[in-house]
């Protein structure tokens, strides 16, 4: 049952980004941010082995994108590269961050 949670959980995150996503890189670097806040969020809710992988592993996983920034990262002009990589990296750990601390309070 947890398989075909996780399984719609990442059909809806998916479709999300599919919906999102223009293959710009501030729209998967929004998508990436928003999938590792609620991720942070859920986690610090300690909701449960069954919410966190339907939620954690379904929705956010296949709502954030690693692909994508990496095949960004790597076309984009070499002097927006560094912006590129920072930004996903300094804001996906900080909305992580963020989430946890805001649900564990």
């Given at each position: 049952?947890?398989?075909?949670?996780?399984?719609l959980?990442?059909?809806?995150?998916?479709?999300?980004?599919?919906?999102?996503?223009?293959f710009?890189?501030?729209?998967?670097?929004?998508?990436?941010?928003?999938g590792?806040?609620?991720?942070?969020?859920?986690?610090?809710?300690?909701?449960?082995?069954?919410?966190?992988?339907?939620?954690?592993?379904?929705?956010?996983?296949?709502?954030t994108?690693?692909?994508t920034?990496?095949f960004?990262?790597?076309?984009?002009?070499?002097r927006?590269?560094?912006v590129i990589i920072?930004?996903?990296?300094?804001?996906c750990?900080?909305?992580?961050?963020?989430?946890y601390?805001l649900?564990s309070?």
């Amino acid at each position: 049952m947890i398989v075909l949670g996780i399984a719609l959980g990442a059909a809806v995150g998916a479709a999300i980004r599919s919906r999102l996503s223009t293959f710009a890189w501030r729209a998967t670097l929004g998508l990436n941010v928003a999938g590792s806040l609620l991720l942070g969020f859920i986690t610090g809710l300690d909701p449960g082995d069954a919410w966190l992988r339907v939620v954690g592993t379904g929705f956010c996983g296949a709502l954030t994108t690693f692909a994508t920034f990496a095949f960004e990262a790597y076309t984009a002009r070499p002097r927006h590269r560094a912006v590129i990589i920072g930004c996903n990296v300094i804001g996906c750990v900080g909305a992580a961050w963020l989430g946890y601390v805001l649900a564990s309070a």
